[in-house]
């Protein structure tokens, strides 16, 4: 099975879900872009999570006050 590069990603992990691309002369069909919608909405999801630990700073602080 031969992918095509959408934007930066070159290699397909076996789990990676891309968005399906129209064109002006072939538009998506309205399952396709009902698929684009769910993926979206994960991709969205994600990408939230990812900006709130990054705004917390959570993962790049150190843990002081542990106890031993």
Not at 34 to 41: A, D, L, P
Not at 45 to 62: D, F, W, Y
Request: hydrophobic content about 30%; overall charge positive; charged content about 25%.
């Amino acid at each position: 099975m031969i992918f095509k590069s959408v934007g930066y990603i070159d290699k397909q992990h076996p789990n990676t879900q891309i968005p399906k691309k129209g064109t002006r002369k072939r538009p998506l069909s309205p399952e396709q872009k009902q698929e684009n919608k769910i993926i979206s909405g994960i991709r969205i999801t994600v990408e939230h999570a990812i900006a709130g630990i990054k705004r917390l700073g959570c993962m790049t602080q150190i843990l002081r006050n542990r106890s031993l």
